[in-house]
């Protein structure tokens, strides 16, 4: 598991960050549920 984190670990930030972007500059298709997002995410925002 070790080496696994260290070989992947940078590859796997990276994705989760980039799926953090994407979310925080999009809204919920849905009408029923949005989640709050922490205030940390709302630092990505691009607008």
């Known amino acids: ?9 940078k590859i796997i930030s990276t994705f989760a960050m980039m799926v953090t972007s994407f979310i ?11 989640s709050k997002l922490p205030d940390s995410a709302k630092k990505l925002r691009k607008f």
């Open 1 to 9: 598991m070790q080496n696994f984190i260290k070989k992947y670990g």
């Open 24 to 34: 925080t500059n999009t809204t919920c298709t849905f009408i029923t549920h949005q």
